[in-house]
């Protein structure tokens, strides 16, 4: 899968939870297939705001295109 395909699918995994996010987005390879995808909240953006963690995670595997949130703390 490459990096624009797995951005699109985690893209549509958030629009579907109706989670805000903004683009660019970085993607990093994981061992076996997994691969995630992680985009910046708006919050983020404003400079007199604390927000942590900062963006939003999606994992997402390679083989299936099956994308999960990742729950941050």
Not at 17 to 32: D, K
Request: contains cysteine; aromatic residues 2%.
């Amino acid at each position: 899968m490459s990096d624009e395909q797995a951005i699109a699918v985690a893209e549509n995994c958030l629009r579907n939870r109706q989670i805000e996010f903004v683009l660019p987005a970085t993607v990093e390879a994981l061992p076996g297939d997994l691969i995630t995808v992680t985009f910046l909240v708006p919050e983020a953006l404003d400079s007199n705001a604390v927000v942590d963690p900062p963006g939003v995670r999606v994992i997402i595997d390679g083989s299936t295109s099956r994308a999960e949130l990742l729950v941050q703390m």
